[in-house]
């Protein structure tokens, strides 16, 4: 059955000694059930989750107020009817993906400006508890491999794609193998990252910190606004800001595909109790958008 708005009423009831007059659930998450709750005068967001801890949720909610990224307070935390629960402040805005059309060109430079500022003081985060050996490469496979078994599951698109791929790592292997273990915020594309009133407003669901990278936050964010039929001037911002050099121009470019073969991987996949839509016109949308960047990274 899972998590459903009468559960998070009597969860209201128990913390707070009130029923919530409104309880709205958000897009379906990979691994999380989260309503957004009207309880007297506030609003709250409730997350939830029955696949682990919050732990490092906190944790890095926590750090990342201290070095001020805008990101949710925590209210309460623990466990209720077989879930674990988080309470956060609520910030007003809406992703950008949803804010995008309403956006204009300058309010995109600003918005990308300082998501470049965030990114050079997460950068400046220790890391605790890199393995020994860490190689940025074996993300990337990771990533690939992903990609492969689910399209092979799925049967909606073509695994030559991802093969393709990764007999493409090889040109940029020392590129790739010269990445650093830095903090970065690799999910604030055009979800995660709230505008409102045309200026960043927020930054939320931070359950872990990326370590690598972060021109992957960039590519994601072009593939992502690509697959919604918008033009990408906001990661030429982005990218205009990072001052990115050749080599770094074509593993953009490879990172964009690398998204591009995990979209495909996750049309037809369900993630707790949805399944992530596919029709042919999704598929051949994507089949589209990856023979376009292939075609670009073939000529960079």
Same mark, same amino acid.
């Given at each position: ?34 309503? +957004? ?53 609520? +910030? ?209």
């Amino acid at each position: 059955m899972g998590m459903n708005a009468e559960m998070i009423e009597r969860l209201c009831l128990k913390l707070f000694s009130q029923t919530p007059q409104t309880v709205s659930r958000c897009g379906v998450g990979t691994g999380n059930y989260v309503y +957004i709750v009207e309880l007297g005068e506030d609003r709250l967001v409730f997350r939830c989750s029955q696949d682990g801890s919050y732990t490092d949720t906190i944790r890095w909610l926590k750090r990342l107020a201290d070095i001020r990224v805008p990101v949710p307070q925590v209210l309460k935390n623990g466990n209720f009817e077989g879930y674990e629960y988080l309470v956060l402040t609520y +910030i007003e805005g809406r992703d950008l993906g949803l804010a995008y059309p309403e956006l204009g060109e300058e309010e995109k430079r600003k918005i990308a400006r300082q998501v470049v500022e965030i990114q050079d003081r997460v950068a400046g985060l220790p890391l605790e508890d890199v393995p020994a050996g860490w190689q940025w490469s074996n993300f990337l496979e990771d990533m690939l491999g992903r990609a492969r078994e689910r399209i092979a599951r799925n049967g909606y698109f073509d695994v030559e794609r991802v093969d393709r791929l990764s007999g493409g790592m090889a040109q940029l292997g020392e590129y790739f193998a010269a990445v650093k273990p830095v903090a970065y915020l690799d999910d604030i594309t055009t979800k995660n990252l709230l505008v409102h009133n045309g200026a960043l407003s927020g930054v939320i669901d931070v359950d872990w910190i990326g370590v690598g990278d972060r021109l992957t936050q960039a590519a994601l964010t072009y593939t992502a606004l690509l697959n919604m039929g918008y033009g990408a001037s906001y990661v030429e911002y982005l990218l205009e800001e990072m001052a990115l050099s050749a080599v770094q121009k074509k593993a953009f470019l490879f990172y964009a595909l690398l998204y591009c073969v995990d979209f495909m991987g996750e049309r037809g996949t369900r993630f707790m109790d949805k399944t992530v839509d596919v029709s042919p016109e999704i598929v051949e949308r994507l089949n589209r958008i990856y023979d376009a960047l292939w075609k670009e990274l073939e000529q960079n």
